[in-house]
């Protein structure tokens, strides 16, 4: 089948990516996801304070008795400041790709640079223009990951299709992670339209690549240094490979 033979491929691609970031001495470009990072989630933590705070003030308020009103404002801030946390982490992986789009850019190009040093390929757009369709493209995933994820979760109060939801869920949100880290290598080859229309014809290369770039992103403080570039480096081997093959295909119908 071609969505798992694609799904193999865009994880083997992972060691080629390690592989070709210490060819290419690319560790540098680690530390701007880092720091993108760091920054929304101290934003992310400082809004949760907020949120608890404010919400132990008012259902203090709220509690009519005077018993049990200190644990009640304690919970109520608790479940406050959680939904916070739970929201800010959901979206801290789209503004990451977004925001990191025209660091990463280069790295993705380097790359290509080196797998084909006699192929000519457009060079990447400037800062706005990659920020902009970055923002882009990000954003209307995350829009569609929610509804889908909103959807399968309504779905998983049914007792049959309650049993596959998790995994669903966990696939939509590997391909829409997928989705982002290739397209740092398809803007230099293809415009929004068809970069999604490449990727729907190869939904697999984007599923396999968010697998590993989610299971990474978990880790504890060194799944955020080590995540975007090695999903960058390995998504940009898995889309030149497919369009060599598109390109011999194309020659070999051509004669």
């Known amino acids: 089948m071609p969505l798992i033979k694609d799904i193999s491929s865009s ?4 060691s080629k990516g390690i592989a070709l970031i210490k060819t290419l001495n690319l560790w540098r470009y680690f530390a701007i996801p880092l720091l993108i990072s760091l920054v929304i989630a101290i934003l992310i933590f400082a809004g949760a304070w ?7 003030s008012y ?23 959680a939904g916070i946390l739970i929201l800010g982490f959901t979206l801290t992986k789209f503004l990451v790709l977004a925001l990191s789009g025209p660091f990463m850019s280069p790295v993705s190009e380097r790359i290509d640079r080196h797998l084909n040093p006699n192929h000519k390929t457009n060079p990447s757009s400037t800062f706005v223009v990659l920020l902009s369709r970055s923002l882009r ?5 995350l829009l ?18 309650g049993l596959i939801s998790a995994p669903l869920i966990f696939l939509v949100q590997s391909f829409y992670a997928g989705f982002g880290n290739l397209d740092y290598t398809m803007e230099r080859y293809y415009d929004y339209r068809s970069s999604k229309s490449f990727l729907h014809q190869h939904r697999g290369l984007a599923i396999g690549n968010g697998i590993v770039f989610i299971l990474i992103s978990v880790i504890p403080v060194i799944g955020i240094i080590l995540v975007l570039p090695l ?11 497919v369009i060599k093959t598109q390109e011999r295909e194309g020659s070999a119908n051509n004669k």
Not at 11 to 14: C, E, F, G, K, N
Not at 231 to 241: H, K, N, R, Y
């Open 11 to 14: 994880l083997s691609a992972y």
């Open 50 to 56: 907020q949120v608890k705070s404010a919400l132990a």
């Open 59 to 81: 259902f203090s308020d709220l509690w009519p008795w005077a018993w049990g009103a200190s644990t009640f404002a304690t919970l109520s801030g608790f479940i406050g400041s």
């Open 137 to 141: 493209l990000n954003l209307g995933n």
């Open 144 to 161: 569609r990951e929610v509804g889908l994820t909103l959807m399968l979760l309504v779905l998983s109060l049914f007792p049959i299709v």
């Open 231 to 241: 999903s960058v480096s390995a998504g940009t081997f898995t889309v030149l490979q």
